[in-house]
């Protein structure tokens, strides 16, 4: 009896027919496991944007009141504030003596009461409603504590509506190179009256140079930043409502892209 083995035909058609399962096979696992790691790459992508946004928020809300700034220099999209170290309320202005609220401490370098933001009560210029000095508390006598500053404060911006004065750390900026796609953070530099001095990194890094400051990279991989601050109160107004920052962030990374959009209200108000 003779063996009979597979013809070329037969052959050929088997190998087809195993291509073709082969090939829905293929297609039936490579669906899922390409969405998985789409999936994968825009968690990546939301979980890089987000870890941003608690840094800036708790900066945002610690602002001084009406001191919340943006600017968009070209590639460069900044926003800045005067960041509140403690408050206090005074008790008889323009002398320096104060009820304290909340449990104080630390060595802030300037006193603000009543900023604006507007002319004649803007912080920035540290002559109207914020100036720099050695700040310290004495002994208290019935829940009163003398505040001395030296040198000894002038503020032409007038009383706080609220008797509020806030004792502030120092100014923050932070500052999105969308040519770069980076985000850094610049604390405690010297300050400049007008924004669009402080809208590079040079100008920032001599600022932090001079100031003795810091510089923090926050993230990398941004393709787009926007900041937002809602306007300034009017000049009659007494600053009644609080500033408000939104902040758009848009990570690009192997064709995908992921845009968050925050927003933070100031807590204070002059």
């Known amino acids: ?57 708790e900066d945002l809300r610690r602002a001084l009141p009406n001191s919340l700034r943006e600017l968009r220099n070209g590639n460069f999209v900044v926003i800045e504030m005067l960041r509140v170290d403690d408050v206090a309320r005074h008790v008889t202005p323009p002398a320096l003596l104060f009820t304290t609220v909340g449990a104080y401490s630390g060595a802030p370098r300037y006193l603000s009461v009543n900023n604006l933001g507007t002319p004649g009560r803007d912080a920035y210029t540290l002559t109207e409603s914020m100036v720099a000095a050695t700040i310290g508390r004495g002994p208290g006598v019935s829940g009163v504590y003398q505040i001395t500053a030296n040198p000894a404060p002038v503020l032409t911006a007038g009383a706080s509506p609220r008797n509020r004065l806030y004792f502030v750390e120092g100014p923050v900026t932070y500052l999105c190179d969308e040519g770069a796609g980076t985000l850094r953070r610049y604390a405690n ?19 932090v140079a001079a100031g003795g400051g810091t510089i923090e990279l926050i993230a990398q991989g941004l393709s787009g930043c926007n900041f937002a601050v809602s306007p300034l109160p009017p000049p009659a107004a007494d600053g009644n409502q609080s500033q408000t920052a939104a902040v758009r962030l848009t990570t690009t990374r192997n064709g995908d892209s992921v845009t968050l959009l925050h927003s933070a209200q100031a807590e204070y108000v002059p």
């Open 1 to 57: 009896m003779k063996a009979r083995g597979f013809t070329l035909v037969e052959i050929v058609i088997a190998i087809a027919i195993s291509s073709i399962v082969v090939i829905f096979a293929a297609m039936f696992i490579g669906a899922p496991l390409g969405a998985y790691a789409a999936q994968s790459r825009r968690a990546e992508l939301v979980a890089d944007a987000s870890s941003i946004w608690p840094r800036m928020e």
């Open 189 to 207: 530099y010297t300050i400049a009256p007008l924004q669009a001095a402080r809208a590079t990194p040079p100008a920032l890094a001599a600022a």
